[in-house]
């Protein structure tokens, strides 16, 4: 095993994980700002994958291009699910059954989606040509896939975005506050009801937006999201509840732990390093890698 | 014996179904429901009666399948004895998995147990069990598990519902319930205690690993035929599990039951009329209905029709007599200790927290019979003080003997029963339990079964005059609460009891009727330690009084001396206060 | 909360109240089981698509003639995504109507648990999996149309050696790559066990996934490295196949590419990746339309739209004629003798028998066909052709790399 070899490993895995990281961070924010398990995130991210083959097929858009794209509509489509659905919910106040019921509803949710884009767009898979998704850079002897390059600088920018909103402007604080402490941020003027829909609306905008940009070089079909929901709260838990650049973290560590256990381990048991090291990581650091630690007694 | 008549219902519904169907496919349905109902019992044990959300049952419901499966394929082993060994083994896994990953809390523990069973999945794959078909057996197939006649596997399903629902009932009724219900409701406040809440974790999720197994070999058989990873480790059976106990309502044995019986029938209803001819739309309309039971009850519909019904009837309450009744805190095996004999020692008590010194060298010497007071400002170390005594929080350095014996180090649930009680700040109830139930908690510290238990602790409310057993905590004054959450202690037996700001949030009145009950205790035998800031009362009640600034401990003695150390003055006091003292009669 | 519970309630109830499907007692039904919604809708919806073109045909020309022109009707029932749902599907197609035949249900494990429920109801079943192990269990009711996978592996493996030959080509160093679904890990076994060792080739790859495949990079690299003379590919998985294919093309690597199954010759992988990626790439089926066919595929995809014809829809056709070919000789409705019939048949004509390689329709005691052979497709600008073997082919095979 040269060093090219391994840093061929290593780069890809930090490709592919970009894009979990990117799908990541809208559950995180969900779950961070409004302790809600998202059932149908993977769903909204099939949504905008076929919003951007939509805009590729008939307008001609690039796909990196109409991953941004989808990011208006999805964030409105968040919001007013939010408001016409979520709000409703409100489990008597206690968490744990908010939790379980909004676990459930989003769980509807997802069945209505999958099920309803089946019949509507018919289950035949499609996929986006793009010249770039069997193009590579050439970086020293470590080749780079350009379409997962794309996808990974994009994420990051997006990510980016996400983070400087959050930490530097007055909205992103508020929502912040929302999330740690729903009953002060109250106090302090905060609508927090309000501040949840946007959370919700950020996160189902992000999530389709990695949907769109996987489908720079991932075919397209109602159920791709089963592929990744698992990996998503994965990434979300291993980075810590609560922390977007954890919720990042997680995921490009979950690319990088299945392409690196690809040397220790069988390939058909690659998901199963990852899981071991998700265990792992939660019996060393129970709240995550970046997750606050649970308030003492 | 007659609370089992439900049971016993419903296993009658059972059969009658059973011996009533017509169709073959029917009773596939009906053996559905009660395999769901099952499973959701299964996990109700541990994500609704202990409110530990488990994402990962299916590890168990998997295990129980293969092993009795393959146990049928490689050794011809009959699944009736396969099935045993298929439970032994969720059991050991139970154990196996729940050792590590309870020390998570929460979504954390909720999606590490979900880990499990897709590594499961995934190593079946690995080891080539893709697809294990059940070979049919065609002489003797009743010995296999197989039946021409489905009404069969009903029966069998239904043994196995009606198995689970006893579990279920014994459970609810126990030791372990009042332990699960309490630290469901607040987990600190039940090791404090006295439940061993991890042992409490442990033995509630291996109980519930049993019938999940059970039931994953009698899906193996009745239903699927083949076995393949993703059908009994998927993600589908836990959305099965979660959806039929979400519905249906958590936390009761009822539940799970309900949930099935409404929504397997609906799916299977769907597939049957519209998903044939228009596939796609039954997924489409389950889905719709999933969030509408949801935004119509939320808490599921068990729960929601309950809270349609009438109040229960009301326990008779214990009367409040005028003579105060005896606060009896004997145990059995232990010794009583002689008065004025150094009861709880603290040796050089140190803990930091991220570089400050919450408490710094600290020693104290409780002895039996006495009251002890411990003022400060605010900051100075006084929660942390009882955090460190009750087990809450490890001491850097130092050590806490009670009597003779070192003590830190161990679980708060532990010293509770050697004899240490504790009442918090703020009040922490178990919302969800009555009064007496709250009390009945406490008195499980030393009692094995419910009638004792409950027997100590109506004598415990009795004592503190607390009268309204079958209220739930959110009725109560504060007054009550703190009465209550004292009850609770004493209920457990102590020989000390550590007292949080007990007067806080209290009115005149109020003040005093927990002062002399404070006195009723120590005159009863047990040494009180109690923390306060309302002075006055403090100083007529307390024996000695310590004080604590910046973690330290800057003065100790009788409190008329104490109150007019200069540096408590400084630190705490203030001039103003001491002269507001003087003028008052001269508490010696 | 009042207009919800209300709807709530109209929502359980008001399928319940559906009025069943219309039906003429003497209809001839036959059932199909296959997965329509869900992860695998596309392939049981193709399966869907050749059974009813074959009984528009059988009924245009007037039906079943020994039971008095006895319409044939399809019963499909949805095998869903998952062995519970295509069991119950199985169920409740065979209990709700009498069914003198049923066909499905595609996925492998999902046939396994369907012919348990058709044995145990004493319906004959047809099916296209490959598996061996739905053959090996005693059953009576069970046909299995297709060649199975051990036989499937060293038939086509002669064919693949012998097309190599006649291209000048020695292989000696092989590649295998692939998931572990039941297919695919049945077809590999006896030939990284016995079959290529016999033939003097060298495995330099042995590299089988999880299905999701995270990136295909570390796989295509091995093949890449090691050079082999042909590559066989079993990644059933539509993603895994497309990321495995594109970074071939990444690569720029030029390697016979062989694959185990017909997931690799659907529409919709020209659609996805385009004809350049696919050119000359090859796979092993158990169907495909043969050469005399044309007329046949003309007018399913007149039919349907779909741009060609593949092994699921053309086996699919071939069982509803099979099965109405058994109704005429058994001149009964009767699951149980049309059972028999299928047992005692052997064509040698018709539709049912010219559709499927080498033209002869016959099961032995097992179920299996007798005398069945694989086909070689392959890709050729945009369409999957047969190629071989010789006798049955379309067009003329192109050995990829030899050009």
Redesign the interface.
């Known amino acids: 095993m040269s060093v090219s070899d391994l840093a061929q490993y290593v780069v890809t895995g930090l490709l592919v994980g970009g894009v979990y990281a990117l799908m990541s961070i809208g559950l995180a924010l969900i779950f961070g700002v409004m302790r809600v398990v998202n059932f149908a995130q993977g769903d909204f991210m099939m949504l905008g994958m076929y919003l951007t083959y939509f805009l590729a097929v008939v307008s001609g858009v690039d796909p990196l291009l109409g991953a941004l794209l989808t990011i208006p509509p999805f964030f409105l489509v968040g919001v007013g699910i939010h408001r016409a659905l979520l709000v409703r919910v409100t489990g008597g106040g206690d968490p744990q059954r908010l939790m379980d019921a909004q676990l459930i509803l989003t769980l509807g949710l997802s069945l209505i989606i999958t099920n309803g884009t089946t019949m509507l767009l018919t289950p035949m898979p499609r996929g986006i040509k793009t010249a770039y998704a069997t193009q590579a850079f050439a970086v020293g002897p470590v080749l780079l896939n350009q379409a997962r390059s794309y996808a990974f600088l994009l994420a990051l920018v997006l990510a980016g975005v996400v983070y400087v909103f959050l930490t530097r402007t007055d909205l992103g604080k508020a929502l912040r506050a929302a999330a740690d402490d729903p009953e002060a941020a109250g106090y302090q003027g905060i609508d927090v009801r309000a501040m949840h829909g946007l959370a919700f609306g950020v996160g189902i905008a992000l999530v389709a937006a990695a949907g769109g940009l996987l489908a720079t070089y991932h075919p397209i079909e109602p159920t791709v999201a089963v592929n990744f929901i698992v990996l998503m709260f994965v990434a979300v838990v291993l980075g810590g509840l609560g922390s977007i650049p954890g919720a990042f973290a997680g995921g490009l560590l979950i690319g990088l732990v299945q392409s690196l256990t690809l040397l220790v381990l069988p390939f058909q048991l690659q998901n199963v390093g990852v899981f071991i090291t998700f265990l792992l990581v939660l019996y060393l650091r129970p709240q995550g890698l970046f997750g606050q630690r649970l308030r003492a007694v | 014996m007659r609370r089992l008549l439900p049971i016993a219902l419903v296993v009658l519904v059972g059969v009658a179904l059973t011996f009533t169907l017509a169709e073959r496919y029917h009773h596939r349905v009906l053996t559905l429901v009660l395999v769901w109902a099952t499973m959701g019992l299964a996990w109700n044990i541990i994500s609704g009666y202990a409110g530990q959300t488990s994402f990962g049952h299916q590890a168990f419901f998997g295990i129980g399948a293969y092993v009795t499966v393959l146990l049928v394929v490689t050794t011809g082993l009959t699944p009736w004895i396969g099935m045993a060994a298929g439970m032994v083994a969720a059991v050991v896994a139970a154990v196996l998995i729940g050792l590590p990953t309870f020390r998570l809390a929460g979504i954390y523990f909720a999606l590490a147990t979900l880990a499990y069973p897709l590594i499961f999945r995934i190593v079946m794959e690995y080891l080539g069990y893709q697809e294990v078909p059940i070979p049919m057996i065609r002489d003797r197939p009743a010995a296999y598990m197989q039946f021409r006649d489905p009404r069969a596997y009903d029966l069998l399903a239904l043994a196995a519902l009606g198995g689970t629902l006893l579990l279920s009932h014994w459970i609810e009724g126990s030791r372990l319930g009042y332990a699960l219900r309490a630290l469901k409701a607040n987990e600190q406040a039940a090791e404090a205690a006295g439940v061993d809440t991890f042992r409490a974790k442990m033995v509630a999720y291996t109980l519930s690993a049993a019938p999940a197994a059970v039931i994953g070999a009698i899906y193996a058989h009745a239903i699927l035929f083949v076995v393949t990873p993703d059908a009994v480790f998927g993600v589908l059976v836990i959305v099965q599990t979660l959806v039929v106990c979400l519905v249906g309502g958590v936390g009761s044995k009822w539940g799970p039951l309900i949930g099935s019986a409404i929504m397997v029938p609906m799916s299977e209803t769907l597939d049957a009329t519209v998903g044939d001819q228009l596939p796609g739309i039954q997924g489409v309309v389950y889905g719709a209905a999933l969030v509408l039971v949801m935004l119509f009850a939320p808490e599921g519909i068990y729960w929601r029709l309950g809270a349609l019904r009438p109040a229960r009837r009301a326990v008779e309450a214990p009367r409040v007599s005028a003579v105060a009744p005896r606060i009896d805190t004997t145990v059995a095996g232990r010794s009583p200790v002689e008065r004025g004999a150094a009861l709880l020692e603290v040796r050089g008590v140190s803990r930091a927290f991220l570089g400050l010194r919450a408490l710094d060298d600290v020693s104290i010497s409780v002895r039996a019979g006495e009251v002890l007071g411990v003022i400060g400002p605010n900051g100075a170390g006084k929660t942390t003080l009882f955090n460190v005594l009750n087990g809450f929080l490890l001491p850097d350095a130092g050590q806490v003997r009670y009597r003779g014996t070192p003590i830190h180090g161990l679980r708060p649930s532990a010293i509770c029963r050697r004899g240490i009680g504790r009442t918090f700040q703020v009040v922490r109830t178990f919302p969800q339990l009555t009064v007496l139930d709250n009390v009945m908690v406490g008195a499980f510290a030393h009692e094995t079964s419910p009638p004792p238990a409950r027997a100590r602790a109506l004598a415990a409310m009795a004592a503190v005059g607390l009268g309204r057993a079958d209220d739930v905590p959110g009725a109560l004054t504060t007054l009550d609460l703190r009465l209550m959450e004292l009850a609770r202690c004493l209920a457990s037996a102590p020989d000390l009891i550590l007292l949080d700001e007990p007067l806080a949030g209290l009115a005149r009145d109020g003040v005093e009727t927990m002062a002399a009950l404070v006195r009723r205790v120590r005159d009863a035998g047990v040494s009180v330690v109690i923390i306060e800031h309302t002075m006055y009362a403090v100083v007529q009640l307390v024996d000695r009084l310590i004080v604590l600034d910046h973690g330290r401990r800057i003065a100790e003695g009788r409190p008329n001396d104490v109150v007019r150390d200069p540096a408590v003055i400084e630190a705490y006091l203030g001039q103003r206060w001491l002269r507001h003292v003087e003028g008052l009669r001269d508490p010696c | ?1 009042r207009p ?2 209300i ?2 309630a109209v ?2 109830t008001a ?2 109240l ?1 009025a069943p ?1 219309a039906n003429a007692a003497d209809d001839f039904k036959i059932a199909l089981v296959a997965p ?4 695998w ?2 392939q ?2 193709l399966k869907k698509m050749g059974a009813e073109m074959a009984i528009a045909e059988i009924n245009a020309q007037g039906g079943i003639k020994a039971l008095g022109g006895a319409k044939l009707v399809l ?4 095998a ?6 295509a ?3 199985a ?2 197609a065979l ?2 109507e009498k069914i003198s035949a049923g066909i499905g249900a595609w996925l ?2 999902f046939t ?2 369907v012919t ?2 058709a ?3 004493e319906v004959p079943w047809f099916t296209l999996s490959y ?1 061996d ?1 739905i053959t090996e ?3 009576k009711y069970t046909f299995q149309t297709s060649p199975v996978s051990s036989v499937q592996a060293e038939q086509a493996l002669d064919l693949v050696v012998d097309l190599a030959k006649r291209n000048k080509q020695t292989l000696r160093k092989a590649a295998i790559i692939g998931d ?3 297919a695919t ?1 049945f077809f590999f076994k006896p030939l990284r066990e016995k079959l290529l060792k016999a033939k003097g080739i060298e495995i330099v790859v042995d ?4 299905p ?1 495949l ?2 295909a ?3 295509v ?1 091995k093949v890449r490295s090691t050079q082999p003379d042909i590559v066989f590919y079993g990644a059933t998985n ?2 895994d196949s ?2 495995v294919l ?2 071939v ?3 720029g690597l030029k390697v016979p590419i062989q694959g185990v199954g017909a997931w690799l010759v659907t529409p ?1 992988y020209v ?4 004809r350049e ?1 696919l050119d000359n790439i090859m796979t092993v089926t158990a169907a495909h339309p043969l050469k005399g066919q044309e007329d046949l595929v003309k007018r399913f995809t007149e039919r349907t739209g779909e741009p060609f014809m593949t092994q699921d829809p053309l086996m699919t056709y071939a069982h509803v004629w099979i099965i109405k070919e058994a109704a005429e000789m058994a001149k009964s409705a009767d699951p149980k003798a049309i059972r028999d019939a299928v047992a005692k048949l052997d064509l040698k004509s018709g539709p049912a028998a010219s559709t499927l390689a080498p033209g002869r329709i016959k099961y032995d005691e097992r179920g299996r066909r007798v005398g069945t052979a694989p086909i070689i497709v392959q890709w050729q600008n945009g369409e999957p052709f047969t190629v071989a073997p010789v006798e049955y082919a379309t067009k003329t095979p192109i050995w990829h790399g030899a050009k």
């Open positions: 909360m919800l519970a709807l709530l929502l359980v399928p319940m559906l499907r329509l919604s869900g992860r809708a596309r049981g919806q019963r499909e029932a949805d869903g995504d998952s062995v519970e749902k069991v119950s599907a169920q409740r209990s709700r492998s494990s396994l648990g348990e429920v044995e145990r109801l598996a192990s269990r005693g059953f572990n679904t039941a890990v590299e089988i996934w999880t999701p995270a990136d990079t570390a796989i690299q539509f993603p497309i990321q594109q970074k093309k990444e690569f919709e659609k996805t990746v385009g990626l």
